[in-house]
């Protein structure tokens, strides 16, 4: 077993009050004040700090207008947007075959453009000089900047 070890027991003997302070008042920490107790006695003491005063409770406001309207037609418009998807995925087949056509009509406007003339020079070439030709001209005149004009056309 443990050996008994023997403790002396001694009480404190009070102390007498004394006139002055200990500390001097610059060299009170702070949340320290010298108070005095009920029997007349003057001591240091930790004093309860007066809570500062609690922030205003948070007033809620209304959702503005612009945000519910907003909300409310977020989801229209995506499912919008996946219908237009979901269109356009099903018309990707027609759109492909309509856009070559478009260019196949493009190239047909490009040869017409280009073989018109060539035919029609061609057929004016074959008739020979001066056959199937007409010569038109134009004598106009005028007099003054805003007199009228009178003109005259021949057909030769």
């Known amino acids: 077993?443990?050996?008994?070890?023997a403790y002396e027991i001694t009480t404190l003997t009070p102390q007498q009050p004394t006139q002055h302070p200990a500390?001097?008042?610059?060299e009170?920490?702070?949340?320290?004040?010298?108070?005095?107790?009920?029997g007349g006695i003057r001591t240091l003491a930790y004093t309860a700090q007066q809570a500062p005063p609690?922030?205003?409770a948070?007033?809620?406001?209304?959702?503005?207008?612009?945000?519910?309207?907003?909300?409310?037609?977020?989801?229209t418009i995506?499912?919008?947007?996946?219908?237009?998807?979901?269109?356009?995925?099903?018309?990707?087949?027609?759109?492909?075959?309509?856009?070559?056509?478009?260019?196949?009509?493009v190239a047909l406007?490009?040869?017409?453009?280009?073989?018109?003339?060539?035919?029609l020079r061609f057929g004016r070439s074959a008739a020979g000089p001066g056959r199937g030709t007409t010569h038109i001209t134009q004598n106009i005149t005028a007099s003054g900047m805003f007199g009228k004009a009178n003109g005259t056309i021949n057909h030769h």
Do not use: C, F, N
């Open 28 to 38: 009170i920490p702070p949340g320290v004040q010298m108070v005095t107790l009920p």
């Open 23 to 26: 500390m001097l008042p610059h």
């Open 109 to 119: 406007i490009a040869a017409a453009a280009i073989g018109v003339p060539a035919l």
């Open 78 to 105: 995506g499912g919008g947007v996946a219908a237009a998807g979901i269109g356009l995925s099903y018309a990707a087949p027609g759109l492909i075959a309509m856009s070559e056509a478009l260019w196949a009509a």
């Open 54 to 56: 609690a922030p205003p």
């Open 1 to 5: 077993m443990y050996p008994e070890t």
């Open 58 to 75: 948070p007033v809620s406001q209304p959702i503005p207008t612009w945000a519910k309207t907003t909300a409310l037609l977020t989801p």
